[in-house]
């Protein structure tokens, strides 16, 4: 019989699970199973049931679910495995629990270690490792129940951890990156598995990589604390940058040579050790000056080279989740979590292929972060593996993931046991298709350029799933690959209020409840703008949301009140990913556009703006609509909205100012026209009065009348408000005039 705690609480006899029962029997046993052999109160069950209100009936309610439970045991041939001892009771577990067998691994490799046998100590680990199955009691809730389990998984944290040291210390940095990837992004506040990232990247010639590990690192830990990261982990970065060949990977045994050293001495503890160790890691130290590595250290059957082989063929057995930490702060989106629930629970047809669920939308607007959301609520259901891959669509990179990298990398993660470094792309994909053929793995594929790019990635296996996101519509998946899309726009009101409340906290939001809601509008309820405030908020504790506010309230300095000073979070550079990926004719639509203040223009109008051709006009738009940098509200009418408006105002001043008064002059000309149409045909003639002479119509500018076609004329004015009234709505101001106003 075997119980487990390292996940969710299961007990499996011959073979199969057995019913736990509810919710008392599950908290009682679970209490039970984590402190084995020991006696544990009546009282401490009743709290781990009820928490601070247990009913009158409580401890009766526990002994009957100890009854229960004992039955249960009884019928798998453990009678007598749960005792009443003085006022309490005590499990001796009839089989193996996990727990025990993990911690036996972990101490197990300490011993190793200590004898100077890195290697067997790194196996000891993965075997203790590869027991969890997720968080410990996953699933299950309670102040009592969930402290004892933060406990064991933070010495999971540490196992993984040390694995990792001892991996770098004998020079398998390249089979520690997806690990230490796992471990910053589930710990994103964690100095040391970021260290090691770092450290790890560097070794296998990624300094860039390494860097921007370090440079991540150092805004989340500003926006969520207001630290700066530690000394030693700034002096890694210090050393990446200048390129220290004190930092450089160590000979295969160097890590070996220095736990081997720090052991001699007696009195030499454990920790002090591990904490030579990691000295000698930081420092790119192969052996202590003083101690250089002899080769008898080292039996002739255990030699660096075949050691690195045996690693690399049995290299990570655990379950491969590679997914971001859940983002902390997540609020609303509840009707597309309620969409994509529904999707990833159809039924997949026999000989089909899973679930493929797209995500677009406008930069900023929480794509990534419904994503990961998402693929961690669902976890459950795929329980070979959940993998996230940035394909780098979008970014400071510049150019995106190629194929045979992504292949790869997705590879590695599925079959880290075996070496796939040699295979070419199509047998990577015949790989890759064979594993996902077989496999129930969740794939998140972010930040993708286009269609193209993704097409080639995605699981075809019936119990596999495929989350893309993108800047980019990708309406080539829906119709060729039945893919369920989802276009992700602002917060609703009530969602963005929830954010701030989430993280500024209620009370602060409640009293200056009028500057929140300021805020929320100026932020054009964009999550990033928010989650920027917020961040700058919180950091100053003291300041009136009303302060934060009036900086947001001037529209042309409103991205400045929104920099971060970082690449990753900053808006103007965040939005100019997007832009740089448009064409000439594209990219100059989107600024002069920017000089129009909230109207909705039609393709015509676009045109008479850009001085183009309707259809040129029209292709634009299309282009701008499809990088979500333009919202079509209603059919034929477009519009940039919220803050990309200000972006694109800044871009149009700093490109196209000579350009940028003719152009209002020709959207003023079409204006004008339109108004004129519209009042012709509002004005019948009375039958009593002749109809009066028709005024002549404005002069339109060259550059207007040869681009404005009969059959795409401009859009009338609407039938209830007369063509003046209109024309007053949609005319720009002043040519220097802000947007947003």
Avoid at 8 to 19: C, T
Avoid at 129 to 135: E, N, S, V
């Amino acid at each position: 019989m075997e119980f487990r705690v390292l996940g969710s609480l299961e007990v499996v006899a011959n073979g199969r699970r057995l019913p736990l029962g509810g919710r008392r029997e599950k908290a009682v046993l679970a209490m039970l199973l984590l402190e084995p052999g020991r006696a544990v109160p009546l009282d401490r069950l009743v709290e781990a049931v009820w928490e601070d209100d247990p009913p009158a009936t409580a401890s009766k309610q526990v002994r009957n679910a100890v009854a229960r439970l004992r039955g249960l045991l009884a019928r798998q041939g453990a009678d007598g495995a749960i005792a009443t001892i003085e006022g309490g009771y005590r499990i001796l577990v009839p089989g193996e629990l996990d727990s025990v067998r993990f911690q036996a691994d972990v101490d197990r490799a300490a011993r190793l270690a200590a004898d100077g046998d890195l290697f067997q100590a790194v196996q000891a680990l993965r075997t203790g490792l590869a027991r969890w199955r997720g968080p410990a009691l996953a699933g299950m809730t309670g102040r009592l129940l969930t402290s004892v389990a933060a406990a064991w998984n933070e010495r999971c944290l540490a196992a993984q951890l040390t694995c990792s040291e001892y991996q770098l210390a004998l020079g398998l940095h390249e089979q520690v990156v997806a690990e230490l990837v796992a471990l910053t992004a589930e710990h994103p506040l964690r100095p040391r598995p970021v260290e090691l990232l770092m450290l790890a990247l560097y070794r296998c010639g990624r300094q860039a990589d390494a860097l921007a590990a370090y440079y991540a690192f150092r805004v989340r830990l500003a926006e969520e604390t207001g630290l700066d990261p530690s000394p030693d982990v700034q002096e890694l970065c210090r050393r990446i940058l200048i390129d220290d060949a004190g930092i450089a990977a160590p000979p295969a045994d160097a890590g070996e040579g220095a736990l081997r050293d720090a052991r001699r001495g007696a009195a030499a503890p454990l920790s002090t050790a591990l904490s030579t160790l990691s000295t000698a890691l930081s420092a790119g130290l192969s052996t202590p000056p003083s101690a250089p590595l002899s080769a008898s250290l080292v039996a002739p059957s255990q030699t660096a080279t075949a050691r690195q082989a045996t690693l690399q063929t049995t290299a990570q057995t655990a379950l491969p989740t590679a997914l971001p930490a859940a983002v902390r702060h997540f609020t609303g989106r509840t009707e597309q979590l309620r969409m994509l629930d529904a999707w990833g629970e159809q039924e997949v047809p026999v000989g089909g292929s899973g679930v493929i669920i797209t995500i677009d939308g406008a930069p900023g607007t929480g794509k990534s972060a419904l994503a990961v959301h998402w693929a961690h609520r669902v976890a459950d259901r795929f329980p070979d593996g959940r993998l996230h891959l940035d394909l780098r669509g979008f970014g400071p990179a510049g150019e995106p993931m190629p194929p045979a990298e992504a292949v790869g990398r997705l590879l590695d993660a599925l079959d880290a046991g075996r070496p796939n470094q040699g295979l070419d792309l199509d047998a990577a994909l015949a790989r890759y298709r064979e594993l996902a053929a077989r496999l129930r793995v969740l794939v998140v594929l972010d930040n993708a350029r286009d269609a193209e790019q993704v097409r080639l990635l995605l699981p075809r296996g019936p119990g596999c799933a495929a989350v893309v996101t993108s800047r980019w519509r990708l309406t080539g998946l829906a119709v060729a690959e039945g893919a369920h899309p989802v276009n992700l726009g602002e917060l609703t009101v009530a969602e963005a209020r929830g954010l701030l409340r989430r993280r500024l906290g209620e009370e602060r939001v409640a009293l200056e409840r009028e500057a929140a809601d300021e805020i929320v509008q100026r932020c054009a309820r964009l999550p990033l703008a928010l989650n920027i405030v917020c961040a700058h908020a919180a950091g100053r504790s003291g300041q009136p949301l009303g302060q934060i506010a009036a900086r947001l309230r001037d529209a042309g300095r409103r991205l400045d009140a929104l920099s971060t000073g970082d690449a990753l979070t900053d808006v103007r550079t965040v939005f100019s990913w997007s832009y740089q990926n448009l064409d000439e004719g594209s990219a100059r639509m989107f600024r002069l556009l920017g000089l129009v203040p909230g109207a909705d223009l039609t393709a015509a109008a676009a045109a008479s703006l850009a001085a183009v051709a309707p259809a040129e006009a029209a292709r634009a738009l299309r282009e701008l609509t499809q990088a979500n940098l333009l919202a079509e509200r209603t059919p034929g009418r477009y519009a940039v909205q919220g803050l990309l408006h200000a972006y694109a105002f800044e871009l149009a001043h700093r490109h196209d100012e000579a350009e940028s008064q003719t152009a209002l002059h020709r959207l003023m000309d079409h204006y004008l026209h339109s108004s004129d149409s519209e009042a012709e045909a509002e004005a019948e003639p009375s039958p009593l009065e002749p109809a009066p002479a028709q005024p002549a119509a404005p002069a339109v500018p060259a550059a207007t009348a040869a681009t404005a076609a009969p059959d795409d004329g401009p859009a009338p004015a609407p039938q209830d408000e007369p063509p003046m009234a209109w024309l007053a709505t949609v005319c720009p101001p002043t040519p220097g005039a802000a947007p947003g106003h």
